[in-house]
């Protein structure tokens, strides 16, 4: 069983900060991908930020130079930090895992929450 968690979100208006957190946890050996994504009402699910395995981060253009994503590699948990929202980020975030468990390299997706950026 492998779980992921994430913790964070809530309201905040135009210009404010949040931060997300996630911890991957269970019979997992190996880690080899951590990202958020967020889906949008009526919108397909986006990439936001990711990090390998090898300390390789990427964004998507429309969070790059505002959001920033970290981890700490020994509790296989990743933070977001979001700075200078916009109306536009509300979204319920997804953390995402790749990860080897029982063999198998599979996805693992935690339950999502949401952040909403209003005035």
């Known amino acids: 069983q492998v779980q992921v968690v994430e913790s964070g979100g809530g309201s905040v208006q135009p210009g404010g900060s949040l931060s997300l957190s996630c911890v991957a946890s269970?019979?997992?050996?190996?880690?080899?991908?951590m990202g958020w994504y967020r889906q949008a009402p009526e919108k397909q699910r986006e990439l936001v930020a990711g990090?390998?395995?090898?300390?390789?981060?990427h964004y998507a253009d429309s969070v790059a130079g505002r959001f920033i994503l970290s981890r700490n590699i020994s509790k296989d948990t990743v933070y977001l930090k979001m700075n200078n929202l916009k109306p536009e980020d509300t979204a319920v975030y997804y953390c995402?895992?790749?990860?080897?468990?029982?063999?198998?390299?599979?996805?693992?997706w935690g339950q999502g929450t949401q952040v909403t950026v209003s005035s």
């Open positions: 995402n895992a790749e990860g080897m468990s029982a063999g198998q390299t599979k996805d693992y």
């Open positions: 269970g019979d997992i050996s190996l880690l080899y991908y």
């Open positions: 990090i390998t395995d090898d300390g390789r981060i």
